[in-house]
């Protein structure tokens, strides 16, 4: 238990699909990321938010929306993907790198998804 | 573009056994993070390394940062089936992720 909870843990959908992944963080940070994890590759960063403000777009495509309502809640927002984007999404969160810390980063068990 | 290179990607090897893995690059990093990651979970971190030359122990574990802070290894000492996983080494900057070893320790 590493107090980022990812819903859901699995996912397929078509490429017609909306669909959303669910990130919460009970931890008291206030930064959060969609990180993206394929076979073969580095985790690739996504998107990174502080104190609910976009920080971090790492060219990303605009299938990918992500949502920041609050400083515990991360959503992103699944549309028209592609079978190349099937991965493992992590959502972690830490501490805001301006205050200091080492911005360690604690990580949700990830949601599966696949496209077909 | 800042990159870890991590080697080697793979390595199976006998319990009890001592073994290192090394995370290298041509950039110079304010910090170094080493995170486990077991299947079907994410990773966990195990350590920062922020100081060039720093040395730090975890249990069996040792991790280093190099004097230039742009590289860092990781060495277990009799190594044991729960040290299977993946080591993933990041770097604090822009939280630049290696492809990361995957160790398997057959018991």
């Known amino acids: 238990e590493t107090g980022v909870t990812q819903t859901p843990r699995h996912l397929v959908m078509g490429m017609t699909n909306k669909k959303s992944l669910k990130c919460e963080q009970h931890?008291?940070?206030?930064?959060m990321y969609w990180y993206k994890q394929s076979a073969k590759k580095p985790l690739e960063l996504m998107f990174v938010?502080?104190?609910?403000?976009?920080?971090e777009n790492n060219s990303v495509p605009s299938r990918f929306s992500p949502e920041c309502p609050n400083s515990s809640h991360l959503f992103l927002h699944l549309h028209t993907l592609q079978p190349e984007d099937s991965a493992l999404y992590l959502c972690?969160?830490?501490?805001?790198?301006?205050?200091?810390?080492?911005?360690?980063?604690?990580f949700g068990e990830g949601s599966r998804l696949t496209v077909l | 573009t800042q990159l870890l290179e991590q080697s080697p990607q793979f390595l199976s090897i006998q319990e009890g056994e001592n073994l290192t893995v090394y995370c290298n690059s041509s950039?110079?990093?304010?910090?170094l993070q080493w995170y486990r990651q077991e299947p079907g979970e994410g990773p966990v971190l195990l350590v920062t390394?922020?100081?060039?030359?720093e040395v730090k122990k975890l249990k069996r574990l040792t991790f280093q940062f190099g004097d230039a802070r742009k590289d860092s290894s990781l060495h277990i000492t009799a190594a044991q089936p729960g040290d299977t996983g993946l080591y993933l080494c990041?770097?604090?900057?822009?939280?630049?992720f290696g492809k990361g070893t995957r160790l398997h320790i057959l018991p």
């Open positions: 390394v922020v100081t060039g030359g």
């Open positions: 950039s110079v990093f304010s910090s």
């Open positions: 938010y502080n104190f609910k403000e976009q920080t």
């Open positions: 972690a969160s830490s501490h805001p790198r301006t205050s200091g810390s080492s911005g360690e980063l604690f």
């Open positions: 931890l008291g940070h206030n930064a």
């Open positions: 990041a770097g604090d900057d822009k939280i630049i």
